[in-house]
């Protein structure tokens, strides 16, 4: 057996645990959806979090490093612990993406779970219980969804890219780029926009300055293994855990669509 066929079974062993982590950790958001859980305010009140997105960050943690105790952890709703910069491999976790939704009765939020080693996800999946989707990726496998590879949009000369972006941000484009594109509505979970240009739903989506590490980890391979790319302003794809986790304005888009995005934010 080769060095790099060990190395993916032992990503698709992590890719397994993660999977069944995730299910575990929706099933309990689940439990908490269109019941009013309890909610705080962080960040001076700018970022809800929910007695929902504890108790799945709960499980989560139990599960995976109860699996891996030799992995770092970093999760949106655990105090960071620099001792995660020393391992060379990390869970990266956001019970639930999209809480803003989870909290309305919105269905569209998920579990998103990454493993991240030497800065690079290599396993990722993200459960969207509400909407009985499932997406996942390992390191040199195929991006799917409930069962199926999925893939980003193919190029259609002469059509309009639909993307998800915000209307200020379609306002800065130059007209005769605008004139390309179509918005379509707010989709408030980040990792969910991305899966959407993963899936081909959608051509591509721009991400707003600070995100962070777990918003896009595990959407980042699966629509890498789609066809499509998560890149910053110079093109270049993200490294995580990192001592800052947070990020400037990103691309995540399918090829056809992707330069000419980054271009149009450029010169806006």
Request: aromatic residues 8%.
């Amino acid at each position: 057996m080769t060095f790099t066929e060990q190395t993916a079974r032992d990503w698709n062993d992590d890719l397994a645990l993660i999977r069944d982590a995730a299910r575990q950790a929706g099933e309990i958001a689940l439990s908490h959806f269109g019941k009013s859980p309890e909610v705080w305010w962080k960040l001076e009140g700018r970022s809800p979090v929910s007695a929902a997105d504890f108790a799945s960050n709960d499980r989560l943690h139990m599960l995976l490093l109860g699996a891996r105790p030799d992995y770092g952890w970093l999760s949106e709703e655990t105090d960071d612990d620099a001792a995660r910069l020393k391992r060379e491999t990390l869970f990266v976790v956001d019970p639930i993406d999209g809480t803003r939704a989870f909290i309305n009765g919105e269905k569209t939020w998920c579990v998103s779970v990454a493993v991240v080693h030497r800065g690079s996800p290599v396993a990722g999946v993200l459960f969207a219980p509400a909407l009985e989707e499932e997406f996942f990726a390992v390191a040199g496998g195929p991006a799917v969804l409930n069962g199926q590879p999925i893939a980003v949009s193919a190029a259609r000369p002469g059509e309009v890219s639909e993307i998800a972006v915000a209307e200020d941000t379609l306002k800065s484009f130059n007209p005769a780029f605008r004139s390309t594109l179509r918005r379509i509505r707010h989709v408030p979970s980040l990792a969910y926009r991305l899966a959407m240009v993963a899936a081909g739903r959608i051509d591509g989506t721009v991400v707003k300055r600070n995100s962070h590490d777990w918003d896009l980890a595990a959407a980042d391979l699966i629509l890498e293994r789609a066809g499509g790319r998560l890149v910053d302003m110079q093109g270049k794809r993200l490294v995580y855990n990192r001592a800052d986790v947070q990020h400037g304005v990103l691309c995540g888009a399918a090829e056809h669509v992707l330069d000419s995005l980054v271009a149009g934010l450029d010169a806006g």
